[in-house]
């Protein structure tokens, strides 16, 4: 075979139905928008990589709306973190200065 020359190979159709998982977006459903009064939110503790992720959700925001709650707690904590899937994770154990900050943005949480 020369150097060079691409092989053309074919696997066979699957037909129309046929889609790849990962290329599916998860975010395509319509999402239910609260305010913050409305919010019931919970901690959980992680870790990754063997450093430790405070996450707080679930949040039913609007997208901008997350980002600029997202900006407004990082800079207050001086802290890392980022919104996926509804959840804020922050990196660290922040759940004891992240709970006032949230509560006098107006969310509530679950006792």
Request: hydrophobic share 35%; proline share 4%.
């Amino acid at each position: 075979m020369a150097r060079g020359v691409k092989l053309d190979i074919e696997f066979g159709s699957f037909g129309d139905g046929w889609e790849a998982d990962n290329k599916v977006s998860r975010t395509d459903a319509p999402k239910e928008v609260f305010a913050p009064e409305k919010h019931r939110l919970v901690f959980k503790k992680e870790k990754r990589r063997g450093k430790p992720v405070t996450l707080v959700g679930e949040f039913h925001l609007e997208s901008g709306e997350e980002k600029a709650l997202l900006k407004r707690i990082k800079k207050r904590l001086g802290s890392g973190g980022t919104f996926k899937e509804g959840w804020m994770e922050l990196q660290g154990e922040k759940a004891d200065a992240l709970r006032p900050l949230l509560e006098a943005e107006g969310f509530r949480f679950k006792r």
